[in-house]
């Protein structure tokens, strides 16, 4: 019998066991997987198949990535007041996930303790275990708008804290931490010397009038961060797995390493593509957040028209909304539940069995998630429509 002690306390994403579930319904509407819905844009493509035409796609690359986009990426940071050298502080990922791995292996030892605010992306938790480190779950607080506590957070701090690990704008929340709280952070980070890594791959759906705010603007700091970003949201990229990190020289030498162990570097045509969305993607991004705003007033709109089975914080950024079941909901439906606590996993799989709408149940999110759903409106207008028509039908 063969014993797997390194994954036994690991579980498939939530998110991912929705879809699996959901893939039996031929009828299904998704508002569960943050995939956008619209295609790569036509000027990454053909950016791709003129690489593809010259051969330049069959071998590997550099393990930190072609030195050109890493040029590109170093003009990039560069415009948003980051300044990182491409060739020492910036390396190319498989993926925004792998980046986060790779960081959390390569600064972490096992039996640390790494910070997650609750709630967060459902694989933070996974990748903390995998390295065999303590998750440890700081919770926002909802009342003020998902903020963070600063004091939970510094006492959430111990000798063995090595990391906080956080996304921001935050999935699944669809908020955006203050810059000062920031700022707080970046303080405690100096002050007991812990890592802060902060994935933004949501910077560019912003639909307030404030700039995005990253720690990685602050020289200050630099010792301290390592930012993290993916093509896959702001460039409808999700199935070309490419994604970057930056920070300071001898914190991104060591994550090289691991990188170089997992993927030896990330996918060459998936390279190329990313070069044509920081080439020529901006217009196209543009456009998506356009569309996103439209479709965050749609999919506002339709929950208030079910206000007395949701209550729900405007989302800021991002794509998500994450609306809180009220309680004794279920008494006011057809989705009585057979127990007296009727939870965010149970509602969501009478959802997709009933009606065939999949949504991600709260708790995948953490302890803080359990009686929200998350729904995402990076899907079209007319499953928005068609989902909630559905609900509608059996509230």
């Not at 998110?15 to 699996?20: H, L, N, P, S, V």
């Amino acid at each position: 019998m063969f014993m797997f002690e390194r994954t036994r306390n690991l579980q498939l994403s939530i998110i991912k066991q929705m879809e699996i579930r959901a893939s039996k319904y031929p009828d299904v509407v998704s508002l569960a997987q943050g995939i956008p819905s619209f295609d790569t844009p036509s000027v990454i493509k053909r950016r791709v198949e003129k690489e593809l035409a010259k051969g330049t796609c069959a071998r590997y690359s550099l393990s930190p990535g072609l030195p050109e986009l890493r040029e590109l990426i170093e003009i990039s940071l560069a415009r948003q007041q980051m300044f990182y050298d491409w060739q020492k502080e910036i390396l190319v990922s498989a993926g925004s996930i792998e980046g986060i791995t790779a960081a959390i292996l390569a600064v972490t030892s096992p039996g640390d303790e790494v910070i997650l605010f609750d709630p967060n992306y459902v694989s933070y938790r996974e990748l903390v275990v995998l390295a065999g480190c303590e998750p440890v779950f700081v919770p926002l607080d909802e009342a003020n708008g998902w903020s963070l506590d600063l004091v939970n957070l510094e006492r959430a701090i111990t000798p063995k804290t090595k990391a906080i690990l956080f996304c921001n704008p935050n999935n699944p929340t669809g908020t955006t931490l203050k810059k000062e709280q920031l700022l707080a952070m970046g303080e405690l980070a100096k002050r007991h010397n812990i890592f802060l890594v902060t994935d933004e791959v949501y910077k560019d759906f912003l639909y307030t009038d404030e700039p995005f705010f990253s720690l990685a603007q602050v020289a200050n700091f630099r010792p301290w961060v390592i930012r993290v970003f993916s093509f896959s949201k702001a460039y409808a990229m999700t199935g070309w797995r490419v994604g970057y990190l930056h920070g300071d020289e001898k914190v991104v030498g060591e994550i090289l390493k691991v990188h170089d162990s997992l993927v030896t570097c990330a996918p060459v045509v998936s390279q190329y593509a990313a070069m044509g969305a920081l080439e020529m993607g901006e217009e196209d991004m543009n456009n998506f957040r356009q569309e996103y705003l439209l479709r965050r007033g749609l999919i506002c709109s339709r929950l208030d028209r079910l206000k007395e089975i949701f209550d729900y914080i405007k989302p800021t950024s991002s794509y998500f909304v994450f609306p809180r079941l009220r309680q004794g909901f279920s008494g006011q439906t057809r989705l009585a539940s057979q127990s007296s606590f009727f939870s965010s996993w149970d509602f969501a799989l009478e959802l997709l069995d009933k009606v065939h709408v999949a949504v991600v149940p709260g708790i995948a999110f953490g302890p803080s998630g359990e009686g929200h759903i998350r729904l995402s409106f990076g899907r079209s207008q007319e499953d928005i429509n068609e989902a909630f028509d559905r609900l509608e039908k059996i509230f």
